[in-house]
């Protein structure tokens, strides 16, 4: 059956970094776009980034360009979120979303604080 297991949130103070990883199983990773998605307190759902089967292709929100880094390993089935420069409003759950097959993932927490 199809998973998708986010790992790598946690706390961190404002100007620090955090790498997010999802692990893919349960379908042929490497044929399917994924994103990341973010959820704060009382707001929606947003779109954070999303790449390409192949990686040549990313889109981000405004709100991250230039500070956060969507990447895959197709070999090791596994999408990644690199986040520098965090600022408290970077504070939600994140969640990996494979859109074709409409399958998020359990999310994983990130808090931004000093």
């Known amino acids: 059956q199809v998973q998708l297991v986010e790992s790598g949130g946690g706390l961190v103070q404002p100007g620090g970094s955090l790498r997010l990883s999802c692990a893919a199983s349960g379908f042929t990773f490497s044929s399917y776009v994924m994103n990341w998605y973010r959820q704060a307190p009382g707001k929606e759902r947003e779109l954070v980034a999303s790449i390409h089967t192949t990686g040549g292709i990313t889109n981000y929100a405004d709100s991250v360009k230039g500070r956060f880094t969507i990447s895959r390993n197709n070999a090791k089935n596994t999408v990644y979120l690199q986040m520098n420069s965090l600022k408290p409003d970077d504070t939600a759950v994140y969640y990996c979303?494979?859109?074709?097959?409409?399958?998020w993932g359990q999310g994983t927490q990130v808090t931004v604080s000093s």
């Open positions: 979303y494979a859109p074709r097959l409409r399958f």
